[in-house]
């Protein structure tokens, strides 16, 4: 039985480790923040007790504690274990972590995940760079986990992400900011049926998720769309609408915190 480490248990976290674990896989959780609460989940207080033995690490802490938390976690890794970083983060950061494990003899894998984890739980598309690509794939394909592997090395699975996120996040934005100016208008109805309408047969869920969960995640998200800023810029590409789009989540966050 594949033992596989999960640390950090918030929403996403969760999800995985109850679906691994039903799955067939033997699941440990960490996290000192979130008490998980389930009794089929064991959940560990020490870090090297949840690492021991492992053979796939899963690090899904956020994308400002990743790196805090590889330096935590990799000298008490098994040398045969492979690292995956779940997180969304600079390509950059995602290069700092795989230098760290590479300096312990680890495989690292820079995992993007590729959709919102919820839905589908550990049965979410991923896309992994990396020394620890394939092995990452290898191991976890018997529990259903879709890992696509691509060429390059940690921070190439994250660049991509970032680059989807310009598109996922913009269209939020743009679904906010023509949803508001319609309520304002009392036209909220009219419009909602018009965008649906183009988004095809799934499109009022779409609108829902799009305007319910960018609330919901806000924070989260403001920060994963200045890091697709940082990367659009990093290209010399024009990056007026992410722009736009971090005004608009920064206002989403300024409302929610007043």
């Given at each position: 039985?594949?033992?596989?480490?999960?640390?950090?248990?918030?929403?996403?976290?969760?999800?995985?480790?109850?679906?691994?674990?039903?799955?067939?896989?033997?699941?440990?959780?960490?996290?000192?923040?979130?008490?998980?609460?389930?009794?089929?989940?064991?959940?560990?207080?020490d870090l090297a007790?949840?690492l021991a033995g492992?053979?796939?690490?899963?690090?899904?802490?956020?994308?400002?504690?990743?790196?805090?938390?590889?330096?935590?976690?990799?000298?008490?890794?098994?040398?045969?274990?492979?690292?995956?970083?779940?997180?969304?983060?600079?390509?950059?950061?995602?290069?700092?972590?795989?230098?760290?494990?590479?300096?312990?003899?680890?495989?690292?894998?820079?995992?993007?995940?590729?959709?919102?984890?919820?839905?589908?739980?550990?049965?979410?598309?991923?896309?992994?760079?990396?020394?620890?690509?394939?092995?990452?794939?290898?191991?976890?394909?018997?529990?259903?986990?879709?890992?696509?592997?691509?060429?390059?090395?940690?921070?190439?699975?994250?660049?991509?992400?970032?680059?989807?996120?310009?598109?996922?996040?913009?269209?939020?934005?743009?679904?906010?900011?023509?949803?508001?100016?319609?309520?304002?208008?009392?036209?909220?109805?009219?419009?909602?049926?018009?965008?649906?309408?183009?988004?095809?047969?799934?499109?009022?869920?779409?609108?829902?998720?799009?305007?319910?969960?960018?609330?919901?995640?806000?924070?989260?998200?403001?920060?994963?769309?200045?890091?697709?800023?940082?990367t659009l810029e990093?290209?010399?590409?024009?990056?007026?609408?992410?722009?736009?789009?971090?005004?608009?989540?920064?206002?989403?966050?300024?409302?929610?915190?007043?």
């Open positions: 039985m594949t033992t596989i480490a999960i640390l950090g248990l918030g929403e996403a976290g969760r999800h995985y480790a109850r679906g691994l674990l039903r799955a067939g896989a033997e699941v440990r959780g960490y996290d000192p923040h979130h008490v998980l609460g389930d009794p089929d989940v064991r959940q560990l207080d007790d949840a492992a053979e796939v690490v899963v690090s899904l802490v956020g994308g400002q504690a990743a790196a805090s938390v590889a330096r935590d976690a990799l000298p008490l890794v098994p040398a045969s274990a492979v690292y995956a970083d779940l997180n969304t983060a600079a390509p950059e950061l995602k290069q700092e972590i795989g230098a760290l494990a590479a300096a312990r003899g680890i495989a690292m894998a820079d995992v993007a995940v590729l959709a919102p984890v919820p839905r589908a739980a550990h049965r979410t598309p991923l896309l992994a760079s990396g020394a620890g690509a394939v092995q990452l794939a290898e191991r976890l394909a018997p529990f259903g986990v879709p890992i696509t592997v691509i060429d390059g090395g940690p921070g190439q699975a994250a660049r991509l992400r970032l680059l989807r996120s310009v598109f996922m996040k913009g269209l939020a934005a743009l679904v906010i900011e023509a949803d508001t100016a319609a309520q304002a208008a009392g036209a909220d109805g009219w419009l909602r049926g018009q965008m649906a309408a183009e988004f095809g047969p799934d499109g009022e869920a779409l609108i829902e998720r799009l305007l319910t969960g960018t609330r919901q995640h806000a924070v989260r998200r403001e920060h994963e769309v200045r890091e697709a800023l940082a990093a290209t010399g590409a024009p990056a007026d609408m992410t722009r736009a789009t971090l005004a608009w989540f920064e206002r989403i966050v300024a409302d929610r915190q007043s």
